[in-house]
Every structure is written in C-alpha cells, then in structure tokens.
C-alpha cells in the first residue's frame, strides 16, 4: 500500500481544514487506516483511526469533538476534517495503514504515506 498525504498549510486559530490521504492498492477496504502527527522535538502521536469498512472510529482525547476521520473506499481516499484548530495542533500530520483488526486502539502500523505540515497561527 502506498499512501500520499496532502491538504495541510497554514490557517488560523480557530479555522479548519481538511486532510485528504490517497491510497493505492486493490484492496484498500481491507486496511484500517489512521492519522498520526509529529510536532517538532516531540514524538510521532496518534490521531485517529477508522476501520476498514469505515463503521468504526477512534480518536486520540486532544482531536475528540474537533477532528473527523472519514474514508471513501470506492475512492481509495482517507480524510481529516479538523476543527478549532488550535496552535497546538501545528505539526506534520501523515496517514497510515495496516490490515484490518478488531482494535482500533492498536497504534501499530505497516505503511505509512510522507507526512503533511500544518501550521496553526495564533
């Protein structure tokens, strides 16, 4: 699998944006997928996660009630919705995938795409 994140830039405390992430392979509805981010000097953290038929999510406390991953299999396509975003957030923000599992909570992953900055001005 083979992952291709983009979307990120620069908005405003308080604004949103919309992190897409494209995947290949044939059989894309059979991977979870998740969003991680790394702040710089900080360690690599979990966002969220979906399961691969996309019944299922899970969020990290820090993106609860303020990001939403969605997936579209039909499109080979993951999403981050982010909202209120605070300067917090700023960081390099990258997809991932591995076959699917019952526990969304697992941070373990197989694939992972080149990572997409976003930048939070206060």
């Known amino acids: 699998v083979q992952l291709q994140a983009s979307g990120g830039g620069l908005v405003q405390a308080g604004g949103s944006l919309r992190l897409s992430c494209a995947a290949s392979?044939?059989?894309?509805?059979?991977?979870?997928m998740g969003w991680f981010r790394q702040a710089p000097g900080m360690e690599r953290e979990f966002v969220a996660a979906?399961?691969?038929?996309?019944?299922?999510?899970y969020s990290a406390d820090s993106a609860k009630g303020r990001f939403t991953i969605s997936r579209d299999n039909a499109k080979h396509m993951v999403y981050l919705q982010m909202s209120s975003l605070k300067s917090e957030d700023t960081a390099v923000y990258y997809c991932?995938?591995?076959?699917?599992?019952?526990?969304?909570?697992?941070?373990?992953?197989?694939?992972w795409g080149q990572g997409t900055q976003v930048t939070v001005s206060s």
């Open positions: 392979g044939r059989t894309f509805s059979n991977y979870d």
């Open positions: 991932a995938a591995r076959w699917r599992t019952y526990d969304l909570e697992m941070t373990e992953y197989d694939y």
């Open positions: 979906i399961s691969a038929g996309g019944m299922r999510s």
